[in-house]
């Protein structure tokens, strides 16, 4: 069974990039502790990614996943007992 291993944002700019997690197609994934250390990263560039965000979360098998398929995912592991946010997103505070 997979876990959650970390927030990330996609940022989806109709590019492809290496080395990206296995179903990511097109644009890149940052990842980091918290969303707002992803988003940190990215104001440190010159790529523009306002509007074109998605708010998920790195699996252990290298997928990102939406902030409601990342609740799913660690309710079943039994990473958390309950999700304290809107009852269908995680958040990374339910984790750590």
Request: hydrophobic fraction near 35%.
């Amino acid at each position: 069974m997979t876990k959650i291993l970390c927030s990330a944002i996609l940022v989806d700019n109709d590019l492809e990039y290496e080395h990206q997690p296995r179903n990511i197609s097109s644009g890149f994934v940052v990842c980091g502790m918290r969303h707002h250390n992803c988003f940190t990263v990215l104001a440190q560039t010159d790529i523009e990614y306002k509007g074109m965000t998605v708010q998920g979360f790195l699996t252990v098998n290298n997928n990102f996943v939406t902030r409601e398929e990342a609740g799913i995912i660690a309710l079943m592991s039994k990473q958390i007992e309950k999700l304290s946010y809107h009852n269908t997103k995680l958040y990374s505070e339910d984790l750590y």
